[in-house]
């Protein structure tokens, strides 16, 4: 494993085009999270699953976004006519569920998204 | 709403000089404090992190205070280099959403100048 794996690293979309985009994680993560940056600032919580089940959804994720993670392995977010606003990097992260200090999330390098 | 506010927005450090970040927060249920590190074009990776029990951590050169009643914490490198020069972000969460439902800084940029 050479870490959590996004695709694609760039996707460039008109407005009102759907988008959909891909993460592995590492092999034994169970935890994967979905994060939103935009430019100057910090990455944004938008969902989270454990395995294949989707525990929490950030109120960012309007109903034009849904992310989905089968048989708890690799996940995928999908944007729905876009937005201009929805311009940012979406960013993957995971984690091997642990208590205190010993959970180390790990994120991918992005997927960057430009919509025109 | 930011939850987690940095300082200063950018710093200017000569080579083997400290780089000294500040991060203020405003919510006392937040239980765990990690810095991270980004460079251009990749996702951000963690530093170092400290629970709220704890004063100072240290790893390698870079070290973690933590001031509970004044709601703040900082990081501090040690022995600046010019492959330090990055983005630093500190972030915060609440339990039980556990360590990763992540609060970010704006983020801050570290310059290190041979």
Redesign the interface.
């Known amino acids: 494993d050479t870490g959590?794996s996004q695709n694609p690293r760039h996707k460039i979309t008109k407005r009102g085009q759907n988008v959909t985009f891909r993460c592995d994680p590492i092999s034994e993560h169970n935890?994967l999270?979905w994060y939103r940056q935009t430019l100057?600032?910090?990455?944004?919580?938008l969902t989270?699953f454990q395995n294949e089940a989707q525990l929490?959804k950030s109120r960012l994720l309007s109903d034009r976004f849904s992310a989905e993670r089968p048989k708890g392995s690799f996940s995928t977010l999908e944007i729905q006519r876009t937005e201009q606003g929805d311009s940012a990097m979406y960013?993957c992260?995971s984690?091997l569920?642990a208590s205190?200090?010993r959970?180390?999330?790990?994120?991918?390098?992005?997927t960057q998204l430009s919509v025109l | 709403q930011q939850q987690v506010k940095q300082s200063p927005q950018s710093l200017i450090v000569q080579k083997g000089g400290i780089s000294i970040i500040n991060c203020a927060y405003e919510n006392t249920a937040f239980d765990?404090f990690?810095w991270y590190q980004q460079f251009p074009?990749?996702?951000?990776?963690?530093l170092i992190?400290i629970?709220p029990d704890v004063s100072e951590k240290k790893e390698g050169r870079f070290t973690i205070s933590f001031n509970k009643s004044a709601k703040q914490f900082s990081l501090h490198i040690m022995d600046s280099q010019p492959g330090d020069s990055a983005t630093y972000?500190c972030?915060a969460s609440i339990p039980p959403?556990?360590?990763?439902?992540?609060?970010?800084?704006?983020?801050n940029q570290v310059v290190v100048i041979p």
């Open positions: 959590v935890r999270y100057g600032q910090g990455p944004e919580f989270y929490e960013l992260a984690s569920g205190g200090l959970e180390k999330l790990l994120f991918g390098s992005g | 765990y990690p074009g990749k996702g951000p990776a963690l992190a629970r972000f972030a959403y556990g360590n990763n439902r992540l609060a970010f800084g704006k983020g």
